[in-house]
């Protein structure tokens, strides 16, 4: 099994996500996501910083790909994902529809991200002939969808694109046009001053009653729980999986990778060091009810 | 430009269809549709008298198949393909692509619009939607403002339908998982978002109410205040110590005073929300914009809004207060 780095979801000063990288390229990853995936006003690093950081990590021998916006309104997001398409030396993350034509039209190999609808084996079928090699199930898909589309597919006697399911980190969970972080605190989108780099893992949201239950992330909504799949190692094996992406943390990244990267080379599943991602199951994504113990 | 007006069950059709809209859409009475709500929506001889009835008095009957099956469920969406065409629909709206592509294959005749759960914001994915799957018209998801409305007008390969009045969606449709990540029902998958069967209200001493979704608190309301449907993005919660509607609060699309500009970038419909809403609701805003429509074009540089239609469509909005959501950039 690969490991993968998905892309930052969040806003960190350029320094911090060089030096993030820069460590990056030392850890036992086989696979690094590049990109802005939330907001277009987060220029920190601008697209072409990004891409020239993409081929600054490509001498490291691992798989880099460049991940495109989820949500694209205006016409200045849409060349920038013209841009990563047009460069044409790494795959291209397609997180929405935009992003799956212009590799299309341009022949590039891309990864359905999980901002992409994908549902069943036909769709996933269209997909590959548009050039689709890896797919990235959505976060609210669980091990039987993905077992019966597997199943489905092969049934159709056709090769399966590789499969990266998410393994650890907070689970994206729904975008807006409206910034949260802006309307949290009560600034205007068009003048948020790029505050969202003041909150390196979002700003939690609990319930009126105190219970953990979203991030806010810009105009992404997160789950507050790091949900971790280490403990499903062995049917993540079975079914056929072949990457786990972990998402980036401000903190304890490295521990994160050397974590799974112990994991994958055993057939004893690691203990639960997050939370338990109950759409996995078939259940709420979220601990609701009963809760059980973990281990860090 | 054409008034799309939604139909829950044959009554708010017919109230639809008197008051002037030019189609009415629907959905079965299953989960291949986003409004799969208990005792709403169409079995097959309801739907036949409904498209009947439309047809007689000259309107359409889009039906709404915007649900996304997974590999085991295929089969039921493809039936109600053949059943849609069978029956005479004017078009189906769906989201799914393997759902576009068996109806592009099997009926090329019956017009395909791209669906508001399809997500798409600009011109290569609605390039995608219409090289793939042919589809004639799509509905812009409500996050666009405007601008930008009216700049893909312009480059979009097929013509436009936006969403004008109802309930508002703060997310990008289709790729809103917060009702899934409580209740592990999925708006996509089941069609429904906030089921009501996860719903609980308690009922407090001091006279105030709780709502929960699935066990999770999602607003506490005071005696004296309007209690809202517990959806999670408008709910009450606490970010950085303050308590307060983080994600939205609860209001109602209403693009009436964008009327104007919305024709003059090239709208071809307009699209009303509520199938879940009665007969009273589908009757008086079908009402209300089917005047607006008709004025405008027959006497632009005279049109203007009567108080009496934005008090009307304000009462009857969620909250009984209305926004212009996305169209305005004041609200991103």
Same mark, same amino acid.
């Given at each position: ?8 979801? !969040? ?55 460049? =991940?495109?916006?989820?949500? &694209? ?45 994908? !549902? ?9 002939? /548009? ?84 991030? &806010? ?10 949900? /971790? %799949?280490?403990?499903? %190692? ?7 999986? /072949? ?19 112990? @994991? ?33 | ?35 799969? #709500?208990?005792? %709403?929506? #169409? ?18 009957? !889009? ?37 576009? /592509?068996?109806?592009?294959? +099997?009926?090329?005749? %019956?017009?395909?619009?791209? +669906?508001?759960?399809?997500? @798409?914001?600009?011109?290569? @994915? ?11 018209? *799509? ?5 666009? =403002? ?19 009045? $109802? ?23 089941? $069609? ?31 005696? +004296? ?15 950085? $110590?303050?308590?307060?509607? @983080? ?36 009757? +008086? ?6 005047? *607006? ?7 632009? *540089? ?16 969620? $909250? ?6 996305? !169209? ?5």
């Amino acid at each position: 099994m690969r490991l993968s780095l998905g892309p930052l979801q !969040y806003f960190w000063p350029k320094p911090r996500v060089l030096d993030f990288y820069r460590a990056a390229t030392q850890w036992p990853l086989d696979i690094i996501y590049l990109g802005e995936t939330v907001c277009s006003k987060r220029r920190e690093l601008g697209t072409r910083d990004w891409i020239a950081l993409a081929e600054q990590m490509a001498e490291s021998g691992k798989q880099i790909v460049l =991940s495109s916006l989820t949500l &694209i309104e205006s016409e200045s997001e849409l060349s920038g994902l013209n841009r990563l398409v047009q460069h044409g030396g790494f795959w291209v993350e397609a997180n929405d529809l935009s992003a799956v034509q212009l590799c299309r039209e341009q022949g590039l190999p891309f990864v359905a991200g999980p901002g992409l609808n994908v !549902y069943n084996h036909q769709a996933l079928a269209l997909l590959v002939e /548009d050039g689709l090699r890896r797919w990235v199930p959505g976060v609210e898909q669980g091990r039987q969808l993905v077992a019966e589309l597997c199943g489905a597919y092969f049934s159709e006697a056709a090769t399966l694109p590789e499969i990266e399911v998410i393994a650890w980190g907070r689970l994206p969970l729904a975008y807006s046009a409206r910034c949260f972080t802006a309307r949290a605190l009560d600034i205007a989108k068009d003048q948020c001053k790029f505050r969202c780099i003041d909150y390196p893992e979002g700003m939690a949201l609990t319930t009126r009653e105190g219970q953990p239950f979203l991030r &806010i992330n810009g105009i992404q909504i997160q789950g507050e729980e790091i949900t /971790d %799949l280490g403990p499903e %190692l062995g049917e993540l094996r079975e079914l056929g999986v /072949d990457i786990l992406r972990l998402y980036p943390q401000a903190e304890g990244m490295p521990e994160v990778v050397q974590r799974f990267d112990s @994991a994958r080379g055993t057939l004893l599943a690691p203990a639960r060091a997050g939370g338990r991602n109950g759409y996995w199951h078939g259940e709420a994504g979220m601990r609701v009810g009963q809760t059980e113990p973990t281990v860090i | 430009m054409q008034l799309v007006c939604p139909a829950g069950n044959l009554p708010a059709l017919m109230a639809a269809v008197d008051a002037g809209a030019d189609a009415v859409y629907a959905g079965f009475r299953d989960q291949t549709n986003a409004r799969a #709500f208990p005792g %709403l929506n #169409f079995d097959d001889a309801e739907l036949a008298k409904g498209i009947r009835y439309a047809h007689d008095r000259g309107s359409k009957l !889009y039906l709404a198949l915007n649900t996304y099956p997974d590999s085991a469920r295929l089969g039921q969406w493809f039936a109600a393909i053949d059943k849609a065409a069978a029956l005479g629909c004017d078009a189906i709206i769906a989201a799914e692509m393997a759902v576009l /592509d068996y109806a592009a294959r +099997s009926h090329p005749d %019956l017009p395909r619009h791209l +669906s508001v759960q399809g997500s @798409a914001t600009t011109a290569p @994915a609605l390039r995608y939607a219409h090289d793939r799957f042919g589809i004639s018209r *799509a509905v812009l998801p409500r996050v666009l =403002s405007l601008q930008q409305v009216e700049r893909l007008c312009q480059k979009s390969p097929v013509p436009l339908e936006v969403f004008a009045f $109802g309930s508002l969606c703060i997310m990008v449709e289709g790729r809103c998982q917060l009702s899934s990540y409580v209740t592990g029902a999925s708006p996509n998958r089941h $069609g429904v978002c906030s089921p009501a069967r996860f719903v609980r209200w308690h009922e407090h001493a001091d006279g105030s109410r709780s709502a929960r979704l699935n066990g999770v608190l999602i607003d506490r309301f005071q005696e +004296s205040e309007p209690a809202a449907y517990p959806t999670v993005c408008k709910g009450r919660f606490e970010v950085a $110590g303050e308590v307060f509607h @983080a994600l939205e609060e609860p209001t109602s699309l209403n693009t009436l005073s964008l009327l104007p500009q919305l024709l003059k970038a090239g709208v071809v419909a307009l699209k009303i929300e509520g199938r879940q809403r009665g007969v009273a609701y589908v009757k +008086s805003v079908t009402r209300i914009w089917r005047r *607006a429509i008709d004025q405008l074009v027959r006497n632009p *540089a005279e049109w203007q809004i009567p108080p009496a239609w934005q008090d009307t469509l304000s009462e009857l909005a969620e $909250g009984h207060q209305t926004t212009l959501g996305p !169209y305005h950039r004041a609200w991103h």
